[in-house]
């Protein structure tokens, strides 16, 4: 008997009918399974064990976090069924996994199934389910499903391999756990304590909202220059030519760019090249998740959120293959699987034909999971939902617009216009001829139509010198977001599209920030925690994500994208079997423990511990009442009576620390401080001091 433990329900049903293919026995419903002929089939709810919390490995008497029982790294990680708001065991969960346990140890199931999604997080949440029912060793062999049709579902049922040849995968998916675990708690808590305020700490969430951080105070800053350009914009053969030059003349430059038009009007302006050429415009790529929801936030306005849930749930009613996967290729061993969905698709009236390219099939961009595409079982549009009918049509078109069999054929246009010796214009055009895959796709090139010229024409000219202004960088949008965590390291994000293979390679060696499976989760995680926002396809910074970053960087948390990216590296090397789980952990481990030995060991020099959130630093030297740590700085605790001394937590973009607080308000001022920033950016050296109406104020001694 084989015993099949599904991630989720909904799998657990679609596996069911599955096996209607492979035998006739029917399965009957029992209490939290199914059973007929050779299989019995059970489901977890998703995550039914999570890792321990830090009072299960070093007690506390407090309720309270403390610094006292941090950092924690456990010699060895414990897991436990999961456990409500209320800190107990949810009773389903308890109930699901008591189920799993007595079919695991029947005596007549000699094999068990892994059904969990096809990737390391799937890997694990079936392995802890057995893990900790089995009681004796028993065969354990693999589902991978790349779609929950029943077809292939029945297919995998003969495909199924041995567990320990996703041993890898697992130990990724088990190290990416604990590195998450380690960083997540041992620094949440300890800003937490810090500041006083709750500061969610991942090693992807923090440099997540750090580019958006960056993105917004460089906008926030930004000082539009004005400069000039020279440009014609005259008739020629009753057409309008405009021609702008490369050439660019600050705002002081007035003058300069008026004697250079003067010399380009002094030139003629000769058409030295018509060329036109018949060309055949191919389609762009399928999707990977990023992609899909890229496209669907730009069109739509549609969050990654929203579209993810979408995507899985049309994933799990078997209309398209699995969701979270970052290539945008097929693979060679799928064409067969291709040619039965084309044929299908076919049968609706649609101009399909197989075709082979290196531009749809590439083993070479395959991690684990092939693109995004429909399957060959299509839904019922009076079933879906407004927003699953734009999800799930915007997979079949593009499908369809790939294997189109009709080609889109364009002639290009290129004008090449000299001005005497100065400068050569080059005027370039699209036009559509043949529509072909179009027709379902819309082009990014768009048409644009040249005036009518021969080369040897005479083109009018007027240069006239053109005042404009440097705009500020953009927000992040959904698309250029996941662009940059796709490949955080690149610079030129343009040709993303032209040439990809610098994408994948940063994919593939971890570089990348979050992965397909989990950044929409954080990312959504951030804006539950008012860190940003995102406004129809755009995200912006809010107040408590601007404290997040900067209180961290106060705190010499550095979570940026080279240390994610270092710790991506080797998960990596885990699923190569490079590292050991052991060998990441560490990493993370020496990373964190490196964060408090710095915050207990602060030259004088470079003194800047803020202290610890509600920490008495000394007496008031205005009303004798304590003077304590604040979200913000340092304030009398009787301010509520009206006495308003206090101390910012930074002066002159110079941290103040606990230590030197405790100074001045025991001596009247602090030892030297270095490191001062004036407003005009000049650095400088001071000591604090409090002057005879209780102010802080710099004191330059001679």
Known sequence: MKLIIAEKPSLARNIIQGIGKVQKDEMKKKNGYFEGGDYIVTWAFGHLFSLADIEDYTPSSSPK????????????????????????????????????????????????????????????????????????????????????????????????????????????????????????VNLTRFATIKTGKLLRVGRVIVPIVKAIYDRDMEIRNFTPQKYYVIASKEETNG?????????????????????????????????????????????????????????????????????????????????VTYPRTNSEYLATAEQGKMKTIIANIAKMNYPVAFRFSKS?????????????????????PKKLTDKEKQVYTTIFRRFVAVFCSEECKVEKNEIKISVGKLEEFTLKGTVILEKGWTKFEEPTQKDRILPKLSKGDKVNTLFKPVEKETSPPKHYTIETLNNYLK?????????????????????????????????????????????????????????????????????????????TSQLGQALKRVYRGEFSINDSVSLARN??????????????????????????????????????????????????????????????????????????????????????????????????????????VFDFGK
């Open 239 to 319: 057409e309008i030519v405009e021609l702008t030059s490369k050439n660019k003349f600050t705002s002081e430059e007035l003058k300069k760019a008026e004697e250079s038009c003067a010399l380009y009007n002094n030139e003629d302006a000769i058409v030295t090249s018509v060329k036109t050429k018949k060309d055949t415009m191919y389609p762009p790529k399928l999707f990977s998740l990023s992609k899909l929801q890229s496209y669907l936030g730009k069109k739509f306005k549609m969050s990654m959120d929203d579209s993810l849930n979408i995507v899985q749930k049309l994933y799990e009613e078997g209309y």
């Open 65 to 184: 976090w403390t610094m006292d029982n941090i950092p924690c790294f456990p010699t060895e990680f414990k897991f436990a069924l999961k456990k409500g708001a209320d800190k107990k065991v949810d009773s389903g969960v308890e109930k699901q996994f008591n189920t799993i346990k007595q079919l695991c140890n029947r005596n007549d199931v000699d094999t068990i199934v892994n059904a969990g999604d096809s990737d390391r997080e799937g890997e694990i949440i079936v392995r802890l389910c057995v893990n900790h029912a089995l009681n004796t060793k028993k065969n354990f062999v693999r589902l991978w499903l790349p779609d929950q049709t029943p077809e292939t579902i029945s297919t995998g049922l003969g495909e199924m391999k041995n567990e320990l040849e996703y041993d890898n995968l697992a130990n990724e998916g088990f190290a990416r756990t604990y590195i998450d675990w380690l960083y997540g």
């Open 487 to 563: 490949n955080p390291f690149k610079e030129d994000k343009a040709q993303a599209d032209e040439n990809d293979d610098e994408d994948y390679k940063a994919i593939f060696e971890g570089l990348e920030l979050g992965t397909e499976a989990t950044r929409t989760g954080i990312i959504e995680n951030a804006c539950k925690s008012a860190y940003i926002m995102l406004k129809k396809d755009s995200y912006y910074l809010l107040p408590d994500g601007e404290y997040l970053i900067e209180s961290l960087s106060q705190l010499g948390i550095i979570m940026d994208k080279y240390k």
């Open 360 to 380: 749809i099939f590439d083993d070479s961009k395959i991690e684990s999971h092939s693109a995004l595409t429909p399957t060959y079982k299509i839904p019922d």
């Open 591 to 696: 990373e964190i423990q490196a964060i408090f030995d710095a915050s207990k060991d602060i030259s004088l020099e470079k003194d800047t511990d803020i202290g610890v959130y509600g920490e008495v630093l000394g007496p008031c030297p205005i009303c004798d009442k304590d003077v304590i740590r604040s979200k913000y700085g340092y304030v009398c605790s009787g301010y509520k009576e009206g006495c308003k001394f206090s101390i910012g937590k930074s002066i002159c973009k110079r941290i103040i620390s606990a230590s030197n607080v405790k100074m001045l308000l025991a001596t009247g001022k602090t030892s030297k401080i270095q490191g001062f920033v004036s407003k005009n950016g000049k650095s400088f050296d001071a000591v604090l001091k409090l002057d005879e109406n209780k102010k802080v």
